[in-house]
């Protein structure tokens, strides 16, 4: 087993169905970042054969595989996932100021007032917002608030987010939870 097939994958876009007589392919992306898919980029398919994009028409939502000239020949690859690494996001995925990558976010530790509310379970995005899913920390549990419960990852909510504390301040969040 080589050492990237044992790295956390993450499932950034599903090929669809040909199009046309060429062998382009339908792309259906599953990121917040479409930069990812030029010419040339590499992926994994269905977190294992390693598959190369000769073209990329984002516009159209069509991508051409590396060797593919046809519709049968692509055919095969019809509904295949695609992959990447954390590492590789990190890479080629530029964020701004306060942004983070839901992985990031995942397994910090979830504050308010010095207060520890719980561990951030997965991000949920719901419409156009982001929601830390929380796991209430046992000791709130013993005391008979709810299991787990969702913060809205916006202002006014966020206060301070340091990844590599993995520790995440907010604002609210004991009201949100008081409420579950």
Same mark, same amino acid.
């Given at each position: 087993?080589?050492?990237?097939?044992?790295?956390?994958?993450?499932?950034? +876009?599903?090929?669809?169905?040909?199009?046309?007589?060429?062998?382009?392919?339908?792309?259906?992306?599953?990121?917040?970042?479409?930069?990812?898919?030029?010419?040339?980029?590499?992926?994994?398919?269905?977190?294992?054969?390693?598959?190369?994009?000769?073209?990329?028409?984002?516009?159209?939502?069509?991508?051409?595989?590396?060797?593919?000239?046809?519709?049968?020949?692509?055919?095969?690859?019809?509904?295949?996932?695609?992959?990447?690494?954390?590492?590789?996001?990190?890479?080629?995925?530029?964020?701004?100021?306060?942004?983070?990558?839901?992985?990031?976010?995942?397994?910090?530790?979830?504050?308010?007032?010095?207060?520890?509310?719980?561990?951030?379970?997965?991000?949920?995005?719901?419409?156009?917002?982001?929601?830390?899913?929380?796991?209430?920390?046992?000791?709130?549990?013993?005391?008979?608030?709810?299991?787990?419960?969702?913060?809205?990852?916006?202002?006014?909510?966020?206060?301070?987010?340091?990844?590599?504390?993995?520790?995440?301040?907010?604002?609210?969040?004991?009201?949100?939870?008081? +409420?579950?």
């Amino acid at each position: 087993m080589s050492k990237q097939s044992r790295e956390p994958l993450l499932h950034i +876009a599903t090929v669809g169905k040909t199009v046309g007589i060429k062998g382009d392919m339908k792309l259906h992306l599953m990121t917040d970042f479409p930069e990812q898919f030029v010419k040339g980029a590499s992926f994994l398919s269905n977190g294992k054969e390693k598959i190369t994009l000769s073209d990329v028409n984002l516009e159209r939502g069509l991508v051409k595989l590396n060797g593919i000239t046809n519709p049968e020949d692509a055919k095969k690859f019809t509904n295949a996932k695609l992959y990447t690494t954390y590492e590789e996001t990190r890479k080629n995925c530029h964020l701004d100021d306060g942004e983070y990558f839901f992985f990031d976010l995942e397994d910090c530790e979830v504050f308010e007032d010095g207060i520890k509310l719980g561990v951030v379970n997965e991000v949920e995005r719901i419409t156009i917002t982001n929601y830390l899913s929380i796991k209430t920390d046992e000791a709130l549990v013993a005391k008979g608030y709810a299991k787990k419960f969702l913060v809205p990852f916006i202002e006014p909510f966020k206060v301070c987010v340091d990844i590599d504390a993995k520790r995440i301040e907010l604002r609210g969040a004991m009201d949100i939870l008081e +409420a579950s």
